[in-house]
């Protein structure tokens, strides 16, 4: 079987319908769909069982009795794959129709086994969406640079993974850390991967939603979830082929994962940024694959100059983004 597609299910009996249709759309059918219900207590289940049986490919329903989070969930799909390469969909997203038989186009058009292919993406579902194009990279390292740097996201439904490379080198969400699961499992695969290639078209439409606030994304429990899994991919980097190049970068990395707290009028939001990775801080304007304004407003944090970051926020996103391009 050539695809296995993951698809952790919590609750999600208000969007999965059109998740569901997206996929029973692909044009590929060489694939299985692998669903983990993660312990829903709504219509999640009845309308998965509904979907297995009038499916026309293999469906499979792993059952969690209680709610355990998606990395272990996304654990156990894994483990029940059997496809070549691994897909994620959400259940409140969608995939387009071609998204398999452009890939497989892809796969087989390498001189050499490819281990992670990746994708663009569309924010929001409307047919106006906003396109999202990946950063270029040709080799693992780039990838890492990109992902580390800020300038390529590592959510998992934007990548075809090789399922034997995660099996080979032991690559494993860490269950119960439910927040950068994906960063710490993309990075490792990086690392470990050989040939790497990156489609430019627009295969993963994204569901917005609505914002979550600043305090809740970063509460007390999300921060230290995101800090298990940014140690254990720190761990991994520092001991892999790339430990000089990375070094560095995964300074940047830990800027990049704390900079949303700028992005507030609260105080207690910057003094959460400046005691969160304080080792970090003083890389705030090497990056240069970042704009100035974005290195300077990193700047005034690391110098505790909350009237410079708080007149940047009034400016650029209440007013430029705000009003401007609302």
Known sequence: MRFSIIMPVYNAAKTLAESLESIRRQTFRDFELIFVEDGSTDDSVEMLE?????????????????????????????????GEYLAFVDADDRIEPQALSDAVQALDASETPVDILGWDWTLGFEKNG?????????TPLQALKNLTGGTMRWNLWLYLIRRELLLENGIRFIDGANMGEDMMVMLKAFACSRKVVQQHEALYRYNAGSPTSIS??????????????????????????????????????????????????????YETWYSWFPEANGSAMGNKALPLRTRLLQKMASRRCWTGVRLYYLLIYKFVYGFIYR
């Open 216 to 269: 809740r994304q970063f509460s007390e429990e999300r921060r230290a979830e995101i800090s298990t899994n940014l140690a254990e991919a720190e761990r991994f980097l520092l001991a892999g082929p790339y430990a000089d190049e990375m070094a560095q970068y995964i300074d940047y990395l830990k800027l990049f994962l704390k900079r949303p707290l700028l992005i507030s009028a609260d105080r207690n939001d």
């Open 50 to 82: 509904r979907f297995a049986t009038s499916a026309d490919f293999p469906c499979h329903i792993v059952s969690q009795l209680q709610n355990q989070g998606v990395a272990a969930a996304r654990n156990r799909g894994v483990a029940a794959a059997c």
């Open 130 to 138: 906003r396109y999202m194009r990946q950063a270029d990279y040709d």
